[in-house]
């Protein structure tokens, strides 16, 4: 079963303006961590920003925040500001318990930033 | 930042050969390695978890015979394509964290092969 859910293959953004990709995952675990990675077209992975499941704020790492909804099991990550640089593949992340070090991937949002 | 390497970024091999690919920590002591498989325009799917010292847990419907994997130490892990063949050919790409960075891991520039 598919473990992390990312509803959006593909988005759109104007330049300067903020955008939100969704994730919904889960889990029946009490204790997971959550990550969004960026994965511009060179290949290589880029950590954006984590969310452990017992943190009550929600995470910021300067531009991107993590709208975290535990009950709705969702973490969708929201790029304010959005630049030129910011087009890139997208995926959200899910590591299961504390002792499981397995983190595994959604199938991604490729986004794309109009100037 | 951590710093994890990959060698070689890219390589073309014939069908039937076998390929390593090297994985290294150079900043830190990864005590977990992990190697994804990453077909074009789909996500990363884990294949294999490593801790130093011991034998590689494989993902379901990941060969272990085919898809070699060895930690042999704190910073290295290796990743042999056993006879290569052409549906081998992928984006493969390891990561690394170490104990306490529950938060992160840290991901190699990925390696590209291709299999003729």
Same mark, same amino acid.
């Given at each position: ?64 925040? $993590? ?9 969708? $990550? ?32 490729? $986004?794309?930033?109009?100037? | ?116």
């Amino acid at each position: 079963a598919q473990k992390i859910t990312q509803t959006q293959p593909g988005m759109f953004v104007q330049e300067k303006e903020a955008v939100t990709l969704d994730c919904t995952y889960d889990t029946s675990d009490q204790s997971y961590g959550l990550f969004w990675y960026k994965q511009p077209s060179s290949g290589e992975m880029i950590f954006l920003i984590y969310q452990g499941s017992y943190d009550e704020q929600n995470a910021t790492e300067g531009r991107y925040s $993590l709208n975290f909804q535990k009950a709705r099991k969702s973490a969708n $990550l929201v790029i304010s500001a959005s630049q030129l640089g910011d087009s890139a593949m997208y995926f959200c992340a899910m590591r299961e318990g504390l002792v499981n070090d397995k983190v595994i991937f959604g199938p991604g949002t490729s $986004l794309s930033v109009i100037p | 930042g951590a710093v994890v390497s990959q060698h070689p970024s890219r390589v073309i091999c014939k069908s039937g050969t076998s390929v390593k690919i090297e994985c290294r920590s150079l900043d830190f002591q990864a005590t977990t390695m992990f190697w994804y498989r990453q077909f074009p325009k789909q996500s990363l799917m884990l294949m294999a978890t490593s801790n130093e010292g011991s034998k590689a847990t494989y993902e379901q419907g990941v060969e272990k015979d085919k898809f070699l994997i060895n930690h042999a130490s704190l910073t290295l892990s290796t990743l042999t394509v056993t006879s290569a063949h052409p549906e081998d050919s992928s984006f493969y790409i390891c990561s690394a964290r170490f104990g306490g960075s529950y938060n992160e891991q840290f991901f190699g520039p990925g390696t590209r092969l291709t299999v003729l």
